[in-house]
């Protein structure tokens, strides 16, 4: 029985394929084709957009999808959240759908903009959002460039940016923030109640986190005196406690741990000067929590 699984074609496209590939499953894509295959015999991929994800999941022509949270949240549809991945297109933090209007405007807050239009992409989400306010607006649908409709077809957008740097490019200033949104995996009900499909659907989340959990981290082993070791512990900024192990020279202990890789720098110095020996660092593929 095969697992189909959706994966977002567009902006999320090349950042799930890395991560799928870091957690050890090879998708292989054809640009004339939006069907994939995988590393896995038993899972086969279909290219969708991620506006349209929840809609085939929940339908069940997918038995699971990538997506985002805000993309599940416009559409209104019944699907199971499995599990949150954080990871955007460019950098590893959620992404936020914004209230933005122009720089030399008038407008503050969301109040300010009774009676204006409003485009975005994610019609729904704004309309609750004004509606929550109790501030009558008219939101427009935008099939993109949106940033360069206000100030003549729109008075305000609601968009979606990680750094703001677009924003700002179109001296936009942002007024508020609509929505926080992640990548997430989701599931067809029946599918998820059917109990190999879960479990597979379950593997899955399981090694994309790992993948994600290994990122911009190292492992770390050494050797140390018994008699230094709490020197070199009080040294470690470790995951975890780090996993201690016995030497044929019984004066002697391995260490072993991962740690942040930026914190390397200055961590092995220490660990050097705390009597620490065969220091190695090395690459992680996966971290499972």
């Given at each position: 029985?095969?697992l189909?699984?959706?994966?977002p074609?567009?902006?999320?496209?090349?950042?799930t394929?890395?991560?799928?590939?870091?957690?050890?499953?090879?998708?292989?894509?054809?640009?004339?084709?939006?069907?994939?295959?995988?590393?896995?015999?038993?899972?086969?991929?279909?290219l969708?957009?991620?506006?349209e994800?929840?809609?085939?999941v929940?339908?069940?022509?997918?038995?699971?999808?990538?997506?985002?949270?805000?993309?599940?949240?416009?559409s209104g549809?019944?699907?199971?959240?499995?599990?949150?991945?954080?990871?955007?297109?460019?950098?590893?933090?959620?992404v936020?759908?914004?209230?933005?209007?122009?720089?030399?405007?008038a407008?503050?807050?969301a109040?300010?903009?009774?009676g204006?239009?409003?485009?975005t992409?994610?019609?729904?989400?704004?309309r609750?959002?004004f509606?929550?306010?109790?501030?009558?607006?008219?939101?427009?649908f935008?099939?993109?460039?949106?940033?360069?409709?206000?100030p003549?077809?729109?008075?305000?957008?609601?968009?979606?940016?990680?750094?703001?740097?677009?924003?700002?490019?179109?001296?936009?200033?942002?007024?508020?923030?609509?929505?926080?949104?992640n990548?997430?995996?989701?599931?067809?009900?029946?599918?998820?109640s059917?109990?190999?499909?879960?479990?597979?659907?379950?593997?899955?989340?399981?090694?994309?986190?790992?993948a994600?959990?290994?990122q911009?981290?190292?492992?770390?082993?050494?050797n140390?005196?018994?008699?230094?070791l709490?020197?070199?512990?009080?040294?470690?900024?470790?995951l975890?406690?780090?996993?201690?192990?016995?030497?044929?020279?019984?004066e002697?202990?391995?260490?072993?741990?991962?740690?942040?890789?930026?914190?390397?720098?200055?961590?092995?110095?220490?660990?050097?000067?705390?009597?620490?020996?065969?220091?190695?660092?090395y690459?992680?593929?996966?971290?499972?929590?």
């Open positions: 029985m095969k189909r699984l959706g994966i074609k567009g902006s999320l496209q090349e950042a394929l890395q991560l799928f590939a870091r957690a050890g499953l090879r998708v292989f894509t054809n640009s004339r084709s939006y069907f994939a295959s995988t590393g896995d015999p038993e899972i086969e991929c279909m969708i957009r991620a506006q994800m929840a809609r085939y929940e339908h069940g022509a997918l038995d699971a999808g990538l997506t985002g949270l805000d993309w599940v949240v416009e549809l019944d699907v199971v959240a499995v599990a949150d991945l954080i990871y955007a297109k460019q950098s590893r933090g959620k936020r759908w914004v209230l933005a209007a122009p720089e030399d405007s407008y503050r807050k109040e300010d903009l009774h204006k239009i409003i485009a992409e994610l019609v729904n989400v704004t609750n959002y509606r929550a306010k109790n501030v009558d607006v008219q939101v427009e935008s099939w993109g460039a949106t940033e360069v409709k206000p003549m077809l729109a008075d305000a957008i609601v968009e979606v940016t990680e750094t703001g740097s677009s924003l700002r490019a179109n001296r936009l200033r942002i007024l508020d923030t609509v929505l926080e949104s990548t997430q995996i989701i599931a067809n009900r029946s599918a998820w059917d109990g190999e499909r879960r479990r597979k659907i379950d593997n899955l989340a399981l090694m994309l986190r790992g994600m959990e290994a911009d981290r190292v492992g770390l082993m050494l140390v005196r018994k008699e230094n709490q020197g070199v512990l009080s040294v470690l900024p470790a975890q406690n780090p996993t201690i192990s016995t030497l044929s020279d019984s002697w202990v391995a260490v072993n741990t991962v740690i942040e890789e930026a914190e390397a720098w200055q961590v092995i110095p220490r660990l050097k000067a705390a009597q620490a020996q065969g220091i190695v660092e690459p992680l593929n996966k971290v499972v929590m």
